[in-house]
Nanobody, 125 residues
Framework: QVQLVESGGGLAQAGGSLRLSCAAS????????MGWFRQAPGKERGFVAA????????DYADSVKGRFTISRDNAKNTVYLQMNSLSPGDTAVYYC??????????????????WGQGTQVTVSS
């Protein structure tokens, strides 16, 4: 099994920034994609951003493109989500996910094998 632990969530003001981290531990894979999803109250969990093993391929939801940046440090088994220009619409529980394999990341949450417990991000206006 792979354990994913998110950190860095909290309260931010509109226009502010937060950086989320997700550390992977346990069973190691040769290569795996990493992603971030979020779930707001009363809504389904949705795709935010993803990155492939090498970091050469990234994908973003239209709603965060240009404001959020996903990156990874494979030596530390950690993926990051830098969130800038936050708005109240970004308020949600943010989940980290891992998908074994060296391939382009998918936006489909059901195809991701491992999930973290989530971290709350609240943006006040």
């Amino acid at each position: 099994q792979v354990q994913l632990v998110e950190s860095g969530g909290g309260l931010a003001q509109a226009g502010g920034s937060l950086r989320l981290s997700c550390a992977a531990s346990g069973r190691t894979f040769n290569k795996y994609a990493m992603g971030w999803f979020r779930q707001a109250p009363g809504k389904e969990r949705g795709f935010v951003a993803a990155i492939n093993w090498s970091g050469g391929m990234t994908d973003y939801a239209d709603s965060v493109k240009g404001r959020f940046t996903i990156s990874r440090d494979n030596a530390k088994n950690t993926v990051y989500l830098q969130m800038n220009s936050l708005s109240p619409g970004d308020t949600a529980v943010y989940y980290c996910a891992a998908d074994p394999g060296d391939h382009a990341p998918t936006r489909l949450g059901v195809l991701w094998d491992y999930w973290g417990q989530g971290t709350q991000v609240t943006v006040s206006s």
